[in-house]
T-cell receptor, first 111, second 115 residues
Framework: KQEVTQIPAALSVPEGENLVLNCSFTDSAIYNLQWFRQDPGKGLTSLLLIQSSQREQTSGRLNASLDKSSGRSTLYIAASQPGDSATYLCAGSGNTGKLIFGQGTTLQVKP | NAGVMQNPRHLVRRRGQEARLRCSPMKGHSHVYWYRQLPEEGLKFMVYLQKENIIDESGMPKERFSAEFPKEGPSILRIQQVVRGDSAAYFC?????????????FGQGTRLTVV
């Protein structure tokens, strides 16, 4: 049974810092790994999708990597801004065709 | 191309009433997933449907909850005889194919409050 864990649960950093959010999964038979952003009271916005044949994806100041052998994914945010404050969720899919979510990391970027 | 549309955005029901949550997938998407997010908890899978078929309902409570995705129209998540513990945000996601190598797109959610 796939389980997804995110560390840390909460993170507070000053504006401008580079930061790394961690996601680990128990079953290495993972097909893809997707990172989402959720603002309070809002839905989920897809940030990056790493497909099974890929190791990383980049979009602007965001970079996500996937290492299936170690069961880990990281989301790197460069030059953080107050607008990056949100909860970041990672989710992996296995051969059941559904996404399993971690509990999320709540990020606060202070001006 | 409109995104995943969920309505209503907010729903208030008294205990014992029925709640009907609707989800219209993105154009061209025939796979729909429902998730529930309880306060201060993560998203939990409920059910996976394709047109007219339930593929995986392993996350659905055994009683009072049902889901459908008819040939025409939106997917419906129905909760009968709601209780306070049903208060949560319910999210719908859609994709072109199962979440194996396909990006998932989520709606804004329906926030159900049971009073």
């Amino acid at each position: 049974k796939q389980e997804v864990t995110q560390i840390p649960a909460a993170l507070s950093v000053p504006e401008g810092e580079n930061l790394v959010l961690n996601c680990s999964f128990t079953d290495s038979a993972i097909y893809n790994l997707q990172w989402f952003r959720q603002d309070p009271g809002k839905g989920l916005t897809s940030l990056l999708l790493i497909q099974s044949s890929q190791r990383e994806q980049t979009s602007g100041r965001l970079n996500a990597s996937l290492d299936k052998s170690s069961g880990r994914s990281t989301l790197y945010i460069a030059a953080s801004q107050p607008g990056d404050s949100a909860t970041y969720l990672c989710a992996g899919s296995g051969n059941t065709g559904k996404l399993i979510f971690g509990q999320g990391t709540t990020l606060q970027v202070k001006p | 191309n409109a995104g995943v549309m969920q309505n209503p955005r907010h729903l208030v029901r008294r205990r014992g009433q029925e709640a009907r949550l609707r989800c219209s997938p993105m154009k061209g998407h025939s796979h729909v997933y429902w998730y529930r997010q309880l306060p201060e908890e993560g998203l939990k899978f409920m059910v996976y449907l394709q047109k007219e078929n339930i593929i995986d309902e392993s996350g659905m409570p055994k009683e009072r909850f049902s889901a459908e995705f008819p040939k025409e129209g939106p997917s419906i998540l129905r909760i009968q005889q709601v209780v306070r513990g049903d208060s949560a945000a319910y999210f719908c996601a859609s994709s072109r194919s199962p979440f194996l190598n396909t990006e998932a797109f989520f709606g804004q959610g329906t926030r159900l409050t049971v009073v």
